[in-house]
């Protein structure tokens, strides 16, 4: 067994025993599985680099050293060749892709062995022994000692060759195995796995070498967050191509996603065809069965027969989305019923359409709950479904891939809801530029929010320290408001249809609002307590806490109606504005409650 | 005009303001380093030398700035993280160093934080022992549970207190002949103290860890070489402005509180010996501003490290990765935070020293960091054709020159018992 950070820098001496330089990296041919070795690079004294021919000079090596068979006048100098790697330049210490366990790595050894008079490389080390032998040969036995007195040694993680995907160096002209794995030939699910791994730059690389079909697929499998992100870092022209192939509803997702100014831009790119399918989606509002929905659908009229049926199945099934279902219209696209390829596949060939429609089919309304859509799928098993609008016209089919992914959507939110916790997601580090901006609204609204308060202590001055102890609560008022906000939107996005009327709600909402109240209020009582507050004065800030989360809470009674008459189009997009202000106007209830109650108290 | 209307305010809101200056930019700023110790630094170096460090800050602004620029193009043109670079370029070892000292400056600086918020909720009367405890804990689920974003609204939200700090500066009415002429004339009071606080300063402007964080920003955010020529602008301006926020907390103090001889050890210090002119709800309200740049470094730091060590050595990382998924990631922000608070709650440890020593420790581990970016930057086999231009490298350095001979400085002094 070899490793190589133990041969790199050991001297190589000539046959005649004098030293002529040192090991600096040791080439390998790329075709095999266990690769050879087949070059030996050194660096001579005054640090000039050539290599020399394995096979042909290397007479004999161990840990110490390498010894040639020649005298050093006699070698005769090789270059690198195309097709070799370098294991110390392009493999050590660089990340690869493991292509088996599909896991990005960062190669910490590389294990050689000697078989049959030569060295090969039986794979990279990406466990926790390399990097301590790569820090100093004897931790790595020292650790392993301690570990095995507790029965677990360290264990070897090594990689083969023909599992390893180089990020850094570019293996396209590179000779390889047959068995040798590319990342590009995985499935796209797992490619996306693999790349979600990746900095976006790598992505860009990995993507040169997938055709424009694996890209589709491989981005309709990744995470919605990353999707839009990683369209908009491709150029325009592969971007639409891409958003061509795939399949309309997954286009019209992540082109929404994008800024205004690159939809637009990807848009006119386009096909025509394809670019007015995205649009029509786009009018569709998100998590509807609009939004979710295909065009592509294979309609045919009642007078066809069951082989006219199957043959244009034939001719258009690269495009279509789904095929299990056939759909029957009459005039204006008006949905008859629908026919299963099972009977078209079962009846004879002269069969009319008209003898084999199911009449009576599950449909859907384009404004429709995404979740309530998913929900009848599942109940009534179907592969897909139709979505027809008042006139009955079929608009376009939900189909069960899409479903499936809305169940998952809505049971993450409703952890949400639950837990009360943000979906997990990567710390975006943020640099002082980016955090400004994000922030910039925010900052705006904290700084009015911030001389208004400025201008209450100047008035209030004879209370300065109490208004100190006032503030403590704003924050948990900011919170509130959000929450309470929140919590009727999202009430209002799950039940629209079956929310009770405003009297019922407003009773409702006053009900919760006075418990949750009172449960702020004790909450409050006991931290002023514990900060040895006068009594009276806690009991003051309890009341207007208290208080303040009551009338909030029935107010949210109210947004329903609000955001109903804003005509229903587009209000989710202000949900964000709503839930501020419900803050704003929290705090500035709270302000005015505590100062006016702890002035009643005479605190 | 504005002047005589300026002279008809209330005196107590002239004085509001200029405490406002005092307490500093907080977290809006934080990103860039003027954390809790930042705030403290600065407090400190105006009240107690007035505008003698203010050449310093002028002179530190190109240093910050092509720092940060370098850190970003970097990431820009490899689209790897410093941590990555330094491990591909260098190997095991030197990445065990460079590791090590990240490290070590990322858990003094949260040692900081950490006393940062002890003193601010000692000025609410709420001993350490139950803060510190209370807050690691708080920290600690912040980044478990992925509620962070939420949590930096909120404290963006107090950190607003901040924003009238300029204005608060122009109220204090320094004279501005005298500011300008300071900016221009280097001065060096020679003795152990200055020196000590002069590596303080740059070691908090020009933070280690925030190369790290700026670099990596930019690969999070894809940004290629092509989109640097503009995203650069946003690195520079937000160096900038950092550094002139941090410039006129040094005026505001020094003009307060440095002709009155009242001498301070820490922005809480500065906060309590303004209170006579500001009023006693400063000292809350200051407070509460220290808490939370203090909070949200203190998630921030560790963090940055995690990232940092598990990239360099290929360890898998993200908040969003559970125990048994990323072993080392969560394993090292666990511990980092921990150890941090366990040490304040040492009963023998002096809070303000602890954010003076994590400045210093940052000030003397940034040459070492800036030894290997300026190598890694020159390196055309990395960088390409973006390698560094003669000017920046002479300017970066100068920097490093400076720092070390700074830090040989003041180790001789302690060892020869000057000053």
Redesign the interface.
């Known amino acids: 067994m070899f490793y190589l ?1 133990r041969m790199l820098g050991r001297p190589v001496t000539d046959s005649a025993g004098q030293p002529i330089g040192t090991i600096k990296d040791l080439a390998i041919a790329t075709g095999e599985v266990f690769p050879r070795v087949t070059s030996l690079a050194l660096v001579g004294p005054d640090k000039t680099p050539f290599m020399l021919s394995w096979r042909k000079f290397v007479d004999a090596y161990d840990e110490a050293g390498a010894h040639l068979n020649t005298k050093a006048l006699d070698l005769r100098f090789s270059y690198q060749q195309p097709d070799e790697v370098l294991l110390a330049r392009d493999l ?4 690869i892709v493991d292509t088996q366990g599909m ?1 990005v ?4 050894d590389l294990k050689l062995s000697e078989s049959r008079n030569q060295l090969r490389l039986l794979g990279a080390e ?1 466990g926790t022994r390399g ?1 301590l032998r ?2 100093w040969p004897p931790l790595e036995g020292a650790a392993n000692a301690i570990g095995s007195v507790f029965g677990r040694p360290l264990k070897e993680n090594l990689i083969a060759w023909n599992y390893m995907e180089l990020l850094d160096r570019d293996l396209g002209n590179v000779k390889l195995s047959v068995s040798h794995r590319r990342l590009h030939e995985l499935h796209p699910a797992d490619i996306a796995d693999v790349l979600e791994q990746l ?4 992505r ?1 690389l990995v993507f040169q070498h997938l055709d424009d079909d694996q890209v589709a697929d491989t981005i309709s499998e990744m995470e919605d967050e990353i999707q839009a ?1 990683v369209v ?2 491709l150029t325009d022209e592969r971007a639409s191509d891409i958003l061509e192939i795939m399949d309309p509803d997954d286009a019209a997702d992540i082109i929404g996603d994008l800024p205004y100014d690159k939809a637009e831009a990807l848009l006119r790119l386009m096909g025509v065809r394809e670019a007015r399918q995205v649009r029509k989606l786009l009018g569709y509002r998100e998590k509807t069965a609009g939004g979710i929905m295909t065009p592509e659908i294979t309609t045919v009229s009642e007078d066809m027969t069951a082989q006219e049926v199957i043959d244009q199945l034939r001719s258009r099934a690269a495009e279509a989305e789904n095929i299990y279902y056939v759909y029957v219209v009459g005039a204006r696209r008006i949905l008859e019923g629908v026919v299963s390829l099972r009977d078209l596949v079962v009846s004879p060939p002269e069969t009319t359409v008209t003898d084999i429609t199911e009449r009576d089919v599950f449909s859907v309304g384009p404004d429709d709950d995404q979740e309530q859509v998913a929900e009848m799928m599942s109940k009534y098993d179907l592969l897909a479904i139709p979505v027809i609008d008042e006139a009955g016209r079929i608009l376009g089919i939900v189909t069960v891939d899409d479903a499936l992914e809305v169940m998952e959507q809505e049971s993450a939110e409703d952890l949400r809801l639950a837990t ?18 994000q ?1 910039m609204n ?2 705006a609204v ?2 009015v ?3 208004a ?2 201008l209450v ?2 008035i209030f ?1 004879e209370h ?2 109490i ?3 006032i ?1 403590l609560f ?2 948990l008022v ?2 509130v408001g959000e929450d309470v906000a929140d919590h009727e939107l999202g009430i209002l996005i799950e039940n629209e249809t079956t929310m009770p009327g405003f009297w019922r709600r407003l009773l409702g909402n006053t009900l919760v609002g006075l418990a949750l109240g009172v449960l702020s209020g004790l909450i409050a009582l006991a931290v002023l307590e514990a ?2 507050e006068p009594l009276a004065l806690s009991l003051a800030l309890a009341g207007a806490l208290a208080l303040t989360t009551a009338i909030v809470t029935a107010a949210t009674a109210i947004y329903p109606a609000l955001v109903r008459k804003r005509g229903g189009e587009g209000w989710r997009a202000s949900s964000a504005v709503v839930t501020t202000l419900t803050s704003l106007a929290a705090v500035t209830l709270y302000l005015a409650l505590s100062m006016l109650f702890a002035r009643v108290a005479g605190a | 005009m504005i002047r005589e209307r300026l002279k008809r305010l209330n005196p107590r809101w002239v004085a509001l303001l200029s405490f406002l200056a005092v307490i500093g930019p907080g977290i809006i700023a934080a990103s860039a380093g003027n954390d809790s110790g930042g705030i403290s630094t600065y407090s400190v170096a105006g009240a107690r030398y007035g505008y003698a460090m203010l050449w310093m800050m002028l002179a530190m602004t190109p240093s910050f700035v092509i720092v940060q620029e370098m850190a970003g193009r970097m990431g820009a043109v490899t689209g790897k993280g410093f941590a990555a670079l330094i491990r591909e370029k260098y190997g095991v070892r030197p990445t065990l160093l460079a590791m090590i000292l990240l490290l070590a400056s990322n858990a003094a600086t949260t040692v900081a934080e950490f006393a940062g918020i002890a003193a601010a909720l000692e000025l609410f009367g709420v001993t350490k022992y139950v803060s510190v405890p209370v807050a690691a804990v708080v920290v600690w689920l912040l980044v478990v549970r992925g509620s962070y974003r939420n949590v930096e609204k909120v404290l963006l939200l107090l950190s607003a207190v901040f924003v009238s700090y300029i204005v608060a500066t122009f109220m204090a009415r320094p004279d501005w002949g005298t500011v300008a002429r300071a900016m221009v004339t280097p001065q060096i009071v020679p003795t152990q103290a200055f020196i000590a606080l002069a590596i303080g300063l740059t070691g908090t402007t020009i933070a280690p860890w925030m190369q790290f964080l700026v670099q990596s920003n930019i690969v999070e955010k894809g940004t290629t070489i092509k989109k640097w020529a503009l995203a650069k602008w946003d690195v520079i301006i937000g160096a900038i402005s950092a550094n002139v926020v941090a410039i006129f907390i040094i005026i505001t103090t020094g003009t307060v509180l440095f002709p009155r001889h009242i001498a301070v050890t820490s922005a809480k210090e500065a906060a309590l010996a303004l209170a006579p002119l500001a009023g006693h709800y400063a000292t809350l309200l200051f407070a509460l501003g220290l808490l939370s740049a203090s909070v949200l470094s203190a998630a921030v730091l560790p963090l940055t490290a995690s990232y940092a060590i598990c990239e360099a050595f290929g360890w898998e990382a993200g908040v969003d990765r559970s125990w048994s998924e990323a072993p080392a990631f969560n394993a090292l922000y666990t511990f980092v935070i921990f150890l941090a608070a366990a040490i304040i709650l040492l009963p023998a440890v002096n809070l303000i020293s602890v954010m003076l020593v994590s400045q210093v420790v940052n000030g003397m581990m940034l040459p070492f960091l800036l030894i290997f970016m300026i190598r890694i930057i020159n390196d055309r086999r990395i960088m390409g054709d973006h390698v560094n231009g003669r000017v920046l490298n002479v300017v970066a350095w100068a920097t490093i020159v400076v720092v070390i001979s700074l830090t040989v400085l003041l180790l001789g002094m302690s060892f020869l018992g000057i000053g």
Not at chain 1, 105 to 108: A, G, P
Not at chain 1, 199 to 202: G, N, Y
């Open positions: 950070t050590l210490n660089k990340q896991k790595v960062r190669v910490n990406v990097i790569g820090i900095s976006p730059s790598q860009a992100q908009d870092d009360g916790s943000a979906p997990r997601r990567a710390l975006e580090a943020t640099g002082v530029a980016a955090w400004l901006a922030s925010w900052l904290w700084a929010l911030g001389i308060a400025a202590v100047r001055s300065a320290a208004f100190a102890v503030a704003v924050p900011v919170r900060l040895a």
